[in-house]
C-alpha cells in the first residue's frame, strides 16, 4: 500500500470515518437467499430443512444431488468438490 494511501486511512480513522462508505437493508428473503450463497461456499453447507419448503427448490436439490454438486450430510447440505468449481452460480437457481 502506498504510503499516502496509508496516511489517508489512518486520519479518516482519527477523523472517525469507517472504511465502510455505504450499507444496504435486506429483506427477509434476500437475507434467506445470501445465507444460503454463504453456506453452498462452505464445508458448512446449508440445513437442508430450507430445501423442503417447496417442491420446485427440492427438485433442484434433486438435480444437484444427481449432478454430485451437493452432498448430504447429517442434516445439511454440502458442496462437493465440483460443487464448489460452482457453488457461485448454484443459489441463482433458486431465485423465482
Same mark, same amino acid.
Given at each position: ?8 486511512? &489512518? ?6 470515518? @469507517?472504511? #465502510?462508505?455505504?450499507?444496504? !437493508?435486506?429483506?427477509?428473503? =434476500? &437475507?434467506?437467499?445470501?445465507?444460503v %450463497?454463504? @453456506?453452498?461456499?462452505?464445508? #458448512?453447507?446449508?440445513? &437442508? ?7 420446485? !427448490? ?23 468438490? =465440483?460443487? %464448489? ?12
Open positions: 500500500m502506498e504510503p499516502s494511501v496509508r496516511r489517508d486511512l &489512518l486520519q479518516e480513522h482519527r477523523d472517525g470515518l @469507517g472504511a #465502510v462508505e455505504g450499507s444496504e !437493508v435486506l429483506t427477509p428473503d =434476500q &437475507l434467506e437467499l445470501e445465507s %450463497y454463504f @453456506g453452498l461456499r462452505s464445508f #458448512v453447507g446449508v440445513d &437442508l430443512s430450507r430445501f423442503r419448503k417447496n417442491a420446485r !427448490v427440492g427438485q433442484i436439490l434433486e438435480r444437484w444431488l444427481r449432478s454430485g454438486l451437493v452432498a448430504i450430510r447429517g442434516e445439511r447440505v454440502v458442496p462437493t468438490r =465440483q460443487g %464448489y468449481l460452482v457453488a457461485d452460480h448454484l443459489p441463482i437457481e433458486l431465485v423465482d
